[in-house]
């Protein structure tokens, strides 16, 4: 069975810092390109990073560019999101998702960021 | 960034209706179109990928079809399970825009 799980959302103070995880399993993990998409809820869904199999190649929304910085350690099967200078504006559902390039085929149950004072 | 715009935003149908949903890319991303299905609570599930094919164990009643920046999703016969948000991606250049949304209603 395939899983993607998310883990490392909480509450943090803007300026903080937070590594998001997504652990993967039952698939090939080091063979999919992973993506990080948010959403804030009752909104609709926003891409965010992606980094393709073997880590060389990395984009980034530019509302986190230089901010977000996106990794993955395959012999972990383990897709990371560091964040820092959190904003307001970050608080969301963070989804992790990979595929074949070009698509998202497989989806985690999200965690959820908020960042407040 | 590429624009994608969906039509309309939400829409009230019954089941067994034929329903289209309209996503129109701001420059050409031929055949970098995903769509994607969304019900409360719960992540995205890819439907449709490359504009027209059909994701594996997705019900042949999803279809999606292009015609130049215009993309189409189209469920033949809607189902109870069918009522949900669906969203397109294009991922034919970096950011992945997705567009806006549609929301399926029961009428």
């Known amino acids: 069975e395939v899983q993607l799980v998310e883990s490392g959302g909480g509450l943090v103070q803007p300026g903080g810092a937070l590594t998001l995880s997504c652990a993967a399993s039952?698939?090939?993990?080091?063979?999919?390109?992973m993506h990080w998409v948010r959403q804030v809820p009752g909104k609709g869904l926003v891409w965010v990073s992606r980094?393709?199999?073997?880590?060389?190649?990395?984009n980034y929304a530019d509302s986190v560019k230089g901010r977000f910085t996106v990794s993955r350690d395959n012999a972990k099967n383990t897709l990371y999101l560091q964040m820092n200078s959190l904003r307001v504006e970050d608080t969301a559902m963070y989804y992790c998702?990979?595929?074949?390039?070009?698509?998202?085929?497989?989806w985690g149950q999200g965690t959820l960021v908020t960042v407040s004072s | 960034d590429i624009q994608m715009t969906q039509s309309p935003s939400s829409l009230s149908a019954s089941v067994g209706d034929r329903v289209t949903l309209t996503c129109r890319a701001s420059?050409?991303?031929?055949?970098?179109l995903n769509w994607f299905q969304q019900k409360p609570g719960k992540a995205p599930k890819l439907l449709i990928y490359?504009?027209?094919s059909l994701q594996s164990g997705v019900p042949s009643r999803f279809s999606g079809s292009a015609s130049g920046t215009d993309f189409t999703l189209t469920i033949s016969s809607l189902q109870p399970e069918d009522f949900a948000s669906y969203y397109c991606?294009?991922?034919?250049?970096?950011?992945?825009?997705f567009g806006g949304g549609t929301r399926v209603e029961i009428k």
């Open positions: 998702a990979g595929g074949a390039s070009g698509r998202s085929d497989y």
């Open positions: 039952g698939f090939s993990f080091s063979s999919y390109w």
């Open positions: 980094i393709n199999t073997d880590g060389s190649s990395t």
């Open positions: 420059q050409s991303v031929s055949p970098y």
């Open positions: 490359a504009a027209s």
């Open positions: 991606q294009q991922t034919y250049s970096t950011p992945f825009t």
